[in-house]
């Protein structure tokens, strides 16, 4: 019994080792302490000398000086030497990166947990769907859900489409724009598409997957639509909020990266998306030269801080300002949608923060909403302690993290009307990093709902839904024809006229 459990370790070890062309094995994720200038100078050179081969997961922040760093096996005792002889303070979090990756893909479920909507459901989640498809009498089965794993590309697009199927009157699958290897952009607006609507509601923008190996980003994305589905389902407390709010719920921003690090030839820790400008360069010297920073790309202090100018560099800006298929269709997007779209958060991995305000400087002038928006964040991870007594943060980026230029955060700050803009940093705080078991998708899922549902409640208190004059008719071509109709009428307040004009004339 024991070779044969040593022979299912080996097999299971040799098919690992083909998932992933890129191998970490006895990589070490250490974190460092940079206190001072000479401190920081010696740390930069350091990182120079190895000449793109350390992967920095987390500079060193400016309230700590603590940062964490991604070592391969053959550097390691050259960088720790190095860092010995500059007296940074290090200890190691990670031992063997690849043993984390093995780890997190062994704990991945091949199918997500039952949702209310889903066949098999509990008995409760079967009455709800008997009384839901009393209303949808055109109501299709589940392809099966992916909450609660972490799912490809492949199944988020599927599940999405199923999604507009299922609920006809709530669910509406859009394609922003195209990515460079052709993948699409997929968001899913979530709201009342009724032939009676005839309120506005406010918009809620979230987004996830912009840099590729945050996974727990997406699948954190992906549990919010679920829980936005379920309240519409069972009607329970929470539908007075979620219901009057339109939302537009992009789960990957950045599908050609995510692919990558999913794929039998990828690497499992990949940053950027997948466009290449130098074939050249990129294709024949070194693979890891293509790619831009989705999140370095946008055009608000585009490339003068926080970013590199070296294709090779995680952190490259790009060619030019939007120069990047999936900068170019949020901003399109949010552009277009300026007067519905009223909060945004975007969510990426690790660190446990919430920020608000500017993150390309630390000496910004103030936003007006400044004062507002961090008593939002702040109440946002109180909402998460008290759901999971995980410690998040509220604050900035310069304050929590650190200064960069071209997010997407400070460009919808800077040229639209959303004054609820939030950037999250999911769990955890090195532990695992990138590198979550799939046992942490749901209760990490379920805390950045919590802190969702705080940002929609004051979004609605500032911009509660107002009543149109129009009402919207769906046509098979899935066009739509307003008609006007005074709100008076609608009202019924035409009866209170006929009645006082009986009075004066009778």
């Given at each position: 019994?024991?070779?044969?459990?040593?022979?299912?370790?080996?097999?299971?070890?040799?098919?690992?080792?083909?998932?992933?062309?890129?191998?970490?094995?006895?990589?070490?994720?250490?974190?460092?302490?940079?206190?001072?200038?000479?401190?920081?100078?010696?740390?930069?050179?350091?990182?120079?000398?190895?000449?793109?081969?350390?992967?920095?997961?987390?500079?060193?922040?400016?309230?700590?000086?603590?940062?964490?760093?991604?070592?391969?096996?053959?550097?390691?005792?050259?960088?720790?030497?190095?860092?010995?002889?500059?007296k940074i303070p290090f200890r190691v979090l990670i031992r063997d990166v690849q043993e984390n990756i093995d780890n997190e893909r062994m704990s991945n479920p091949s199918e997500g947990i039952a949702l209310p909507w889903d066949d098999g459901a509990a008995e409760g989640g079967r009455r709800n769907r008997r009384r839901w498809r009393r209303r949808r009498a055109d109501a299709v089965p589940s392809n099966g859900s992916i909450v609660g794993k972490y799912a490809t590309y492949g199944e988020i697009r599927e599940w999405l489409y199923d999604l507009e199927r299922r609920f006809p009157d709530l669910a509406e699958v859009k394609v922003i724009g195209?990515?460079?290897?052709?993948?699409?952009?997929?968001?899913?607006?979530?709201?009342?598409?009724?032939?009676?609507?005839?309120?506005?509601?406010?918009?809620?923008?979230?987004?996830?997957?912009?840099?590729?190996?945050?996974?727990?980003?997406?699948?954190?994305?992906?549990?919010?639509?679920?829980?936005?589905?379920?309240?519409?389902?069972?009607?329970?407390?929470?539908?007075?909020?979620?219901?009057?709010?339109?939302?537009?719920?992009?789960?990957?921003?950045?599908?050609?990266?995510?692919?990558?690090?999913?794929?039998?030839?990828?690497?499992?820790?990949?940053?950027?998306?997948?466009?290449?400008?130098?074939?050249?360069?990129?294709?024949?010297?070194?693979?890891?030269?293509?790619?831009?920073?989705?999140?370095?790309?946008?055009?608000?202090?585009?490339?003068?801080?926080?970013?590199?100018?070296?294709?090779?560099?995680?952190?490259?800006?790009?060619?030019?300002?939007?120069?990047?298929?999936?900068?170019?269709?949020?901003?399109?997007?949010?552009?277009?949608?300026?007067?519905?779209?009223?909060?945004?958060?975007?969510?990426?991995?690790?660190?446990?923060?919430?920020?608000?305000?500017?993150?390309?400087?630390?000496?910004?002038?103030?936003?007006?909403?400044?004062?507002?928006?961090?008593?939002?964040?702040?109440?946002?991870?109180?909402?998460?302690?008290?759901?999971?007594?995980?410690?998040?943060?509220?604050?900035?980026?310069?304050?929590?993290?650190?200064?960069?230029?071209?997010?997407?955060?400070?460009?919808?700050?800077?040229?639209?009307?959303?004054?609820?803009?939030?950037?999250?940093?999911?769990?955890?705080?090195?532990?695992?990093?990138?590198?979550?078991?799939?046992?942490?998708?749901?209760?990490?899922?379920?805390?950045?709902?919590?802190?969702?549902?705080?940002?929609?409640?004051?979004?609605?208190?500032?911009?509660?839904?107002?009543?149109?004059?129009?009402?919207?008719?769906?046509?098979?071509?899935?066009?739509?024809?307003?008609?006007?109709?005074?709100?008076?009428?609608?009202?019924?307040?035409?009866?209170?006229?006929?009645?006082?004009?009986?009075?004066?004339?009778?």
């Open positions: 019994m024991e070779s044969i459990g040593f022979l299912a370790a080996v097999a299971i070890t040799t098919i690992l080792s083909c998932v992933y062309s890129t191998r970490y094995d006895g990589d070490e994720l250490l974190e460092v302490l940079v206190k001072g200038d000479a401190q920081m100078d010696a740390f930069n050179e350091t990182l120079q000398h190895f000449q793109n081969r350390i992967s920095v997961w987390q500079p060193p922040v400016a309230s700590t000086g603590a940062g964490h760093v991604h070592v391969e096996n053959e550097d390691k005792d050259e960088f720790k030497d190095r860092l010995k002889t500059a195209k990515t460079f290897q052709g993948r699409d952009l997929l968001l899913l607006k979530i709201g009342n598409r009724t032939t009676t609507a005839t309120t506005l509601r406010p918009g809620i923008w979230v987004d996830a997957g912009t840099h590729a190996r945050e996974w727990i980003t997406v699948s954190s994305a992906i549990y919010i639509i679920s829980q936005i589905l379920t309240n519409f389902w069972t009607a329970n407390e929470d539908i007075s909020l979620i219901g009057n709010v339109d939302w537009y719920i992009v789960p990957l921003v950045n599908p050609d990266g995510y692919a990558h690090t999913q794929a039998i030839n990828g690497t499992r820790l990949w940053r950027k998306n997948r466009s290449v400008y130098n074939t050249s360069y990129s294709t024949f010297y070194n693979l890891s030269c293509r790619g831009t920073d989705i999140n370095r790309n946008f055009g608000f202090h585009w490339r003068e801080i926080g970013a590199g100018t070296d294709p090779c560099l995680e952190t490259y800006s790009g060619p030019w300002a939007m120069s990047e298929n999936e900068t170019r269709a949020i901003a399109d997007f949010l552009s277009g949608h300026d007067a519905a779209v009223r909060g945004y958060v975007t969510i990426h991995s690790y660190g446990q923060l919430f920020m608000v305000r500017w993150a390309y400087s630390l000496d910004a002038p103030p936003i007006p909403e400044f004062n507002r928006t961090i008593a939002v964040a702040s109440e946002a991870v109180r909402a998460i302690n008290a759901s999971s007594g995980i410690e998040y943060r509220a604050g900035t980026s310069p304050q929590l993290l650190y200064e960069f230029g071209g997010g997407s955060g400070d460009w919808v700050r800077a040229n639209t009307a959303i004054r609820h803009a939030y950037d999250v940093e999911l769990r955890d705080r090195g532990d695992f990093g990138f590198l979550l078991p799939a046992n942490y998708v749901l209760p990490v899922g379920e805390e950045i709902w919590q802190a969702v549902k705080v940002v929609a409640s004051h979004v609605l208190e500032d911009y509660p839904p107002i009543e149109t004059t129009t009402t919207t008719t769906r046509t098979s071509h899935n066009t739509a024809t307003t008609t006007n109709t005074p709100v008076f009428f609608k009202r019924g307040r035409c009866s209170v006229l006929v009645y006082l004009l009986f009075l004066v004339l009778f």
